[in-house]
């Protein structure tokens, strides 16, 4: 069975950092593009960025562009999201997830983690 794994959440201060990372396992990695979500409070699941198969191309929602990097490692099996200049609308649960393929703005990935907690203060 596919399973994604996320850790690194926690509590930071707004303008702070925080590294999420994802193991796979289950899955042949190298196949899927892998990526983060995340649902605020309230709010709908959102996509917060995706990479391909061997990091080639990335994708970032607006909200993130410029303060997100997100990266794999295949030989680990591992996606991170390495998140800077934090804010507190970033506190969220974040997700990671697996899919064959990226489609763009309908991207809705087959595979999810539990999702790790996320919280900036302000």
């Known amino acids: 069975q596919v399973q994604l794994v996320e850790s690194g959440g926690g509590l930071v201060q707004a303008g702070g950092s925080l590294r999420l990372s994802c193991a796979a396992s289950g899955l042949t990695f190298s196949d899927y593009v892998m990526g983060w979500f995340r649902q605020a409070p309230g709010k709908e699941r959102n996509f917060v960025a995706a990479?391909?198969?061997?990091?080639?191309?990335?994708y970032y929602a607006d909200s993130v562009k410029g303060r997100f990097t997100i990266s794999r490692d295949n030989a680990n099996n591992t996606v991170y999201l390495q998140m800077n200049s934090l804010k507190p609308e970033d506190t969220a649960v974040y997700y990671c997830?697996?899919?064959?393929?990226?489609?763009?703005?309908?991207?809705?990935?087959?595979?999810w983690g539990q999702g790790t907690q996320v919280t900036v203060s302000s």
């Open positions: 997830v697996a899919d064959l393929s990226y489609s763009g703005t309908y991207y809705w990935p087959d595979y």
């Open positions: 990479i391909t198969w061997r990091g080639g191309s990335t």
